[in-house]
């Protein structure tokens, strides 16, 4: 029986190969690397790489915010929100800082709805949005080191 | 936690939120995998198959498919191996259910699966789980790895000879992969384009095999089907869908949460009697059913929501989100927004939809800037209707009807803003 063998298995490699880059994209070594790991040819890889939004072949930011504007977030004010994160960040979405330290992203529903407006900052969830939330949220990560 | 609305009815959130969805002790103190350890000892696969046909569930992805005639497809299929896949990509804004579901009670789905996989044949199941569902990845492994220790997966599962075993696959963000056969493409490792149809999965699926594949809500409705048996399912719900539904509730309403309702409730007592009623303004509009739903206004609010009443006026249920908009929202403007979900998720295989989408946003932006002209509306409507019979899979398909049900309830609305004036103000023209 055919079964997916996940040390071959394009997708899962990619991704792994992304999380353990300091700035969060895969660079194109990585991605000679995988397709010899999967036994693809390097057009084959480079096609699922750019096919799936999660995956980043531009360096990113030390946080990547991404910040939902499908119906429901819309709808609840995410424009306001992605206002109010350029304005703090000094950046348009799709670039990062200059420090290296954000970027920011528009993405599609995160499945929040019910906390809309929402985005998504690495890993974490944060729903019911406000100006000053967000505020807040950057002040903490900008302390972070 | 996700709010769960008052809601008297409990077929597939049962145990949500009333046990820890990391204890498998917990979940077998609810009589859990008691339907699985049934099915072995007591049924033959013929017999699941017709109490599935029997229970007249239908598939809650969205298309609606009877559930147990897809099982029947797939178990009659000559080839082998077969294989079982949940479809967890829940993708379509607007919809949350199947994380919560994930999240609150995983072992109810490893039981659907492993009853699927006995009624059809198969010995081996994939989640697809999207990628930004972390939580969700999280307490499924935990969930497997405790069902393979109890063995309720592995080999010989309750002594009855049959082997099932499951395993997550991780989605990288993409929409058009909840579309089944563009999930087993991605799944097989591909790009996640959509495949030309026939032949349908329970002939040729993932890797050319036979494979039944189905949502999470439908294969959560398996345990208790079995359990308690299709008459009491049947007591839910309509006659022609029965059963309950869980609806995503978002906008502008004072609670938005999750519900479980019998099929067929109305958008009205769904806002008035679980989302306890508009938050600041009165109601305006709805579209139900995600992005590639219908908008419905005021005269809809009586119309029962299950998938039989609305197919009827040629409307759809779709995953069962509700978004309800108030008087202050701008139908332009959301319409805008449904389009560009379109545009960035196309996924670019076929020319119709990957063209159409990019137009049909462009034509929406320039009205909303009042720089559209008087044909566009028609333009507009036109394009998505060569859209809907050419394009190759339902996501260029399905735009037609957003587009179609916002110009009959807001054209308008929407040829004002050609005059040169946005009705509610928030487009800038
Ligand atoms: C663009 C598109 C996206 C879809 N997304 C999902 C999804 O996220 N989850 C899902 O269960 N079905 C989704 N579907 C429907 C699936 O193709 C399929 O009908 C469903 O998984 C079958 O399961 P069911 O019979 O249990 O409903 C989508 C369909 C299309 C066309
Ligand atoms: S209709 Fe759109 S999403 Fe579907 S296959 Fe064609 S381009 Fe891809």
Not at chain 2, 54 to 60: K, N, T, V
Not at chain 2, 411 to 428: A, F, Y
Request: charged share 25%.
């Amino acid at each position: 029986m055919k079964l997916r063998n996940k040390e071959k298995d394009v997708i899962a490699l990619l991704n792994k190969a992304q999380r353990e880059n300091k700035h969060n994209y895969i660079t194109e070594d990585k991605l000679k690397l995988t397709a010899q790991e999967a036994g693809l040819s390097y057009s084959e890889v480079y096609g699922v790489a750019t096919f799936y939004s999660l995956f980043s072949l531009k360096p990113r930011g030390e946080y990547v915010i991404q910040v939902c504007d499908s119906g429901p977030c819309h709808l609840m004010g995410s424009k306001s929100i992605f206002k109010v994160l350029e304005k703090e960040l000094k950046i348009k979405v799709g670039e990062t800082t200059a420090d290296g330290r954000f970027t920011l992203e528009e993405v599609s529903c995160l499945g929040i709805c019910n906390e809309a407006p929402a985005m998504m900052i690495n890993e974490k969830v944060c729903g019911n949005l406000t100006p000053q939330k967000i505020r807040e949220i950057l002040r903490e990560l900008r302390k972070k080191k | 936690m996700i709010k769960e609305l008052k809601s008297p009815l409990r077929v597939v959130l049962e145990n949500y939120g009333r046990i820890n969805p990391e204890s498998i002790e917990e979940y077998i103190a609810q009589d859990g995998y008691e339907a699985v350890g049934k099915v072995l000892r007591e049924m033959r696969p013929e017999q699941v198959l017709s109490e599935i046909k029997a229970s007249g569930l239908q598939g809650r992805g969205g298309a609606a498919f009877p559930t147990g005639l897809k099982w029947e497809f797939t178990a009659k299929a000559k080839d082998a191996p077969k294989y079982i896949i949940c479809n967890a990509d829940e993708g379509e804004p607007g919809t949350f259910k199947d994380r919560a579901i994930l999240e609150g009670d995983p072992h109810k789905i490893i039981e659907g699966m492993i009853i699927a996989g006995y009624a059809v044949g198969a010995h081996y199941g994939y989640i697809y789980i999207r990628g930004e569902y972390l939580l969700s990845i999280n307490r499924f492994n935990k969930a497997l790895k405790q069902a393979r220790e109890h063995r309720f997966l592995g080999e010989d599962v309750f002594g009855s000879g049959f082997n099932f075993q499951i395993e997550i696959h991780q989605g990288a963000g993409s929409y058009v992969c909840g579309e089944e056969t563009a999930l087993m493409e991605s799944l097989e490792g591909k790009r996640g384009n959509p495949r030309f149809k026939p032949p349908f999965p329970p002939s040729s699926g993932l890797w050319g095999k036979p494979t039944l594949i189905n949502n999470v809500e439908t294969l959560a409705n398996i345990a208790p089907i079995i359990l308690k048996g299709s008459d009491w399912f049947r007591t839910f719900g309509t006659k022609k869908c029965p059963g309950t539904k869980v609806y995503a509730i978002s906008g502008h309403v004072k609670e938005a949460g999750l519900i479980e309702a019998p099929m067929g409730i109305t958008l009205r007592e769904i806002i008035i009697d679980y989302a306890q009623g508009m938050r600041d303004s009165k109601f305006k509009m709805a579209q139900v059913g995600g992005t590639a739903g219908a908008i419905l206004g005021e005269d809809m609010l009586d119309v029962p929501l299950d998938y039989a009443s609305l197919g009827e006026k040629g409307l759809v249920l779709g995953s069962g989100a509700i978004l309800v908009m108030d008087e202050t929202t701008c139908a332009l403007d959301m319409l805008e927004c449904f389009l560009n979900f379109f545009k960035r998720e196309s996924c670019g295989k076929c020319i119709p939809c990957r063209v159409g989408t990019e137009k049909l946003l462009e034509l929406a932006t320039a009205i909303s800037r009042g720089e559209g002209k008087e044909d566009d509306i028609d333009l507009m409507l036109h394009t998505a209707k060569v859209m809907q019979k050419t394009s190759l899979c339902a996501l260029g398909q399905s735009l037609i009807l957003p587009i179609s049900t916002t110009l009959k309830y807001s054209r308008e609305e929407v040829t004002e803003h050609i005059k040169g004036r946005c009705p509610t103000g928030v487009c800038k023209i």
